[in-house]
């Protein structure tokens, strides 16, 4: 008796043990899913101020070669928008937008995010079809640390004092 209750508890254990690893890992996969939303969230604000600031550089907004950080409009391509390194695009590429609220922290972590959302407004060209001027608006944002990381796009077009975005095709 002494030696199947030995056994019993063995079984028990090994239960106990394998059903602790399987909700780590749900608690792993809900805080990356948690992190990817919080991170989508933080790059749509970031797409949407920036598009808010096309709209009030007046029409047509005029891009610039040799875009830097200053500057609003820019009329080369972003290098890679979908490499992010460490958290980050390419080195100078992109303005930092911080909504209000937001904290921002070095080390990230719950609560509070791993750096401010960052855009990039490229000039696209002008669609004679549409009668408006292209614009491409990248946001990303990496949440509490570098692994949830998200880059969006869309692309507006500008007619008068308008703009709008453009459907997806």
């Known amino acids: 008796m002494l030696i199947l209750s030995l056994l019993m508890l063995i079984v028990l254990t090994l239960i106990c043990v394998s059903m602790m690893s399987g909700v780590v890992l749900q608690q792993k996969m809900s805080t990356n899913t948690r992190e990817k939303a919080r991170s989508y969230a933080a790059?749509?604000?970031?797409?949407?101020?920036a598009a808010a600031q096309v709209r009030e550089l007046g029409y047509p907004p005029t891009p610039v070669s040799g875009c830097t950080t200053s500057i609003?409009?820019?009329?080369a391509p972003l290098s890679s928008p979908?490499?992010?390194?460490?958290?980050f695009w390419p080195s100078g590429q992109g303005q930092n937008y911080t909504p209000a609220g937001m904290h921002i922290s070095p080390v990230g972590g719950a609560g509070s995010y791993f750096h401010p959302p960052r855009y990039y407004v490229q000039?696209?060209?002008?669609?004679?079809?549409?009668?408006?001027?292209?614009y491409k608006i990248y946001a990303e944002q990496s949440g509490g640390g570098t692994r949830g990381a998200v880059v969006i796009e869309s692309t507006y077009i500008m007619t008068g004092a308008t703009a709008s975005k453009?459907?997806?095709s």
Request: with cysteine.
């Open 43 to 49: 790059a749509q604000a970031a797409l949407t101020y």
């Open 72 to 75: 609003p409009v820019c009329a």
């Open 82 to 87: 979908a490499r992010i390194a460490n958290g």
């Open 123 to 134: 000039y696209a060209g002008f669609d004679a079809a549409k009668g408006g001027y292209v």
């Open 166 to 168: 453009m459907p997806e």
